[in-house]
């Protein structure tokens, strides 16, 4: 298998039955993601797009079908191996964030080491920190998810999903609970963390958000019917770009 | 995960919620800190018998008639089993193992002495009677072997009778009546308090046996026979010498059970005390029901905590933890809290045992072992309680669990 590719699919069904009802999420996906690439995934609300990050993600089991991460056979690995895999393979951004209440950033992203049966990290809050630190989040280390803004929680979610290092960063609409702002700060993450070096594939509504992808795969009705590269739109100059425009619109109010 | 961690991370969530935690938790510590003040007083109650048993004197046995059931069918009251001067001769003479002998004769009789009269407990008894049970004079002399022989009117007065008869005055030297015999006081007991059975030792008058059989009573049966060896090596030896002794006097066949009893003091404890144990276990149990309440109490909110932490659980199986990992997680809260629990309950038990000693005037024993019995028995209701809430946690799927609102 060629080394650079990081996730394979092959014919990846996900059917769920509900009573006498049968839901196809997915109807056969073939895809091949390589290291280091950048990827958004599109499609209506519906279309499966959320399944396939979970399974992709080693959250969930396919119907059929094959999937490798890394060479790894994913389909075949029992529960707890699963669970190592997303430990140590996978980091996982939620829309909603997903930390846990009431305990500080800095926790919760110490939280996968704890569970990191290899014990590579001898210091799991030292590389919290380190993480928090990477994410533009230093000076926020000891503040509860309440204490923080949305764009600063996903930040925090951010952290703990690179904490283990992982092969890729998997992000299920990172964006869907930010304003504009928040997002294209959040998209401008994203893009210096893939200039570093990692896979990161995501899913969005919007194409604004896919458009600081690399590439575009877009879904229908649980098949792939687009995948395309394209040239990506840099998300810092964008952000420069708006933060310019804000500081005008202030001064012309104070001047008027 | 780490032990060490998991404790940390099942403190964290217990803290989080700390008045949830200690409603949870008092089911245990009312439960264990009830066990415990029952078991206090049970224990209390056991020690204070069997310190008076340790009271009736050293190396001692006593050989009482037996109630003998040949074949299951009583004899009847026709035959009684009596035991006779000559079963004691027969131990005197006979045993290798056995130092001092004393037959018992035992009646109750009126007593006219020098500023009332009072109904006490008369003994006949041997010369070595004084040695096995261990008293001592408090005043006055002992009768003498040939005192014995003789059938002299002698007596010796317990503290209560010397009381009774001759409140504040020297009873030494006087002369009582004794079923219209003058008989004459030549010494007073050591007080000696109380059998476990809650009768008043010195509330005797000791004589000659051959006196009480011969010149103050009819009665020519005896009671008891008190022996006593010299070393406390000898006792289970001594045991079976009598035992050998007796069923060859009695005349008994090899089928046929003993008509006799012969019990060391241990036997005799547990006998007392027997009751107590059977008190102190019913205690015990309504107790543990308390326990067991508690339990339930444990399960009931460990049960409402996994619900509502659903998403805190998806959360970590997302970013890689084992169903195992989350189990032990839960399994950890609920053994911490019933744990802290007894803990809590133990302090409480002390405190009411000391109350409850206070209140009653009942002596009241919290043992070393029931504290770790308490403690570990809070473990393990933990365990059984926790067990079913952490294994529903732990069979959660992952992404219901993300879902879950
Ligand atoms: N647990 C489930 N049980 C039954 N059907 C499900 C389940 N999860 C998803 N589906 C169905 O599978 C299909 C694909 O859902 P999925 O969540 O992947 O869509 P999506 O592309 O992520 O949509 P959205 O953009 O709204 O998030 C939908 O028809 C959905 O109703
Ligand atoms: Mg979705």
Redesign the interface.
């Known amino acids: 298998m060629d080394e650079s590719v990081v996730i394979r699919t092959r014919g990846i069904t996900k059917v769920y039955t509900m009573g006498t009802n049968q839901v196809h999420a997915l109807r056969g996906i073939d895809v091949d993601i390589l290291k280091g690439e950048m990827v958004a995934i599109m499609g209506a609300s519906g279309s499966g797009k959320s399944t396939l990050m979970?399974i992709v993600?080693g959250?969930?089991y396919p119907t059929a079908g094959t999937y490798e991460l890394d060479g790894i056979e994913v389909s075949a690995l029992s529960?707890?191996k699963l669970?190592?895999v997303?430990?140590?393979k996978i980091g996982?951004v939620?829309q909603g964030f997903?930390?846990?209440a009431?305990?500080t950033a800095v926790e919760n992203v110490e939280?996968?080491l704890?569970?990191?049966r290899l014990g590579r990290v001898r210091n799991p809050r030292e590389a919290a920190v380190r993480a928090l630190t990477r994410v533009g989040l230093g000076d926020r280390v000891d503040h509860l998810p309440n204490e923080l803004s949305g764009g600063q929680q996903q930040r925090v979610a951010i952290a703990?999903a690179l904490v283990?290092e992982p092969a890729m960063l998997l992000a299920d609409e990172p964006t869907g609970n930010l304003d504009s702002v928040t997002t294209v700060e959040v998209m401008t993450l994203f893009q210096e963390l893939n200039d570093s070096g990692i896979t990161i594939l995501l899913v969005t509504h919007e194409h604004d958000v896919a458009s600081y992808a690399g590439r575009v795969i877009e879904l229908r009705d649980g098949r792939v019917i687009r995948d395309e590269y394209q040239e990506r739109v840099s998300a810092r100059d964008d952000l420069e770009r708006i933060l310019a425009e804000r500081r005008m619109d202030e001064m012309e109010e104070v001047q008027s | 995960m780490r032990p060490f961690r998991l404790v940390k991370v099942a403190g964290k969530s217990i803290l989080k919620n700390k008045m949830r935690t200690l409603l949870t938790m008092l089911g245990i510590i009312i439960g264990v800190g009830a066990v415990l003040v029952m078991v206090a007083v049970g224990d209390g109650a056991k020690s204070q018998i069997e310190n008076q048993i340790r009271n009736l004197g050293s190396n001692m046995l006593v050989v009482t008639p037996g109630s003998s059931s040949a074949g299951g069918v009583s004899r009847g009251s026709g035959s009684f089993n009596r035991l006779s001067l000559e079963d004691a001769e027969k131990i005197r003479n006979e045993s290798v193992f056995v130092s001092m002998v004393s037959p018992v004769v035992t009646t109750f009789s009126q007593i006219i002495g020098g500023s009332g009269n009072w109904r006490a407990r008369l003994n006949g008894v041997d010369v070595d009677y004084l040695l096995i049970r261990d008293w001592d004079l408090a005043s006055g002399s002992w009768f003498t072997p040939q005192d014995v022989r003789s059938g002299k009117k002698v007596a010796v007065l317990g503290t209560t009778v010397a009381d009774k008869l001759f409140s504040g005055q020297d009873p030494v030297g006087q002369t009582i009546q004794i079923r219209n015999v003058p008989v004459q006081v030549i010494g007073v007991l050591e007080p000696k308090g109380q059998t476990p059975e809650g009768s008043d030792q010195d509330d005797v008058v000791l004589a000659p046996y051959t006196t009480v059989q011969q010149r103050l009573s009819r009665f020519r049966f005896i009671s008891q026979i008190l022996v006593s060896t010299s070393n406390q090596n000898d006792i289970p030896a001594a045991q079976e010498e009598i035992n050998q002794i007796l069923r060859e006097s009695h005349g008994l066949a090899q089928f046929e059970e003993n008509d006799f009893e012969v019990k060391n003091q241990t036997q005799l404890a547990d006998a007392a005390s027997g009751t107590t144990e059977v008190m102190t276990l019913l205690l015990a149990a309504i107790a543990s029901i308390s326990l067991l309440v508690g339990g339930i109490g444990i399960m009931n909110i460990m049960l409402v905590s996994v619900t509502e932490r659903t998403r805190e659980i998806g959360i970590r199986m997302a970013i890689g933890a084992r169903g195992s990992d989350v189990l032990v997680q839960f399994l950890i809260e609920a053994i911490v809290m019933s744990v802290l629990g007894g803990a809590i309950g133990v302090a409480v038990g002390f405190g009411g045992a000391a109350l409850v000693a206070n209140i009653t005037g009942w002596s009241t024993v919290v043992e070393p072992n029931t504290v770790i019995v308490a403690l570990v028995f809070s473990a393990a209701v933990g365990i059984f309680f926790g067990f079913y809430p952490a294994r529903k946690a732990a069979a959660m799927n992952p992404i219901d669990a993300l879902r879950f609102e």
């Open positions: 979970n993600g959250l969930d529960k707890n669970a190592d997303r430990n140590q996982f939620f997903n930390l846990l009431r305990t939280l996968p704890l569970y990191d703990r283990t």
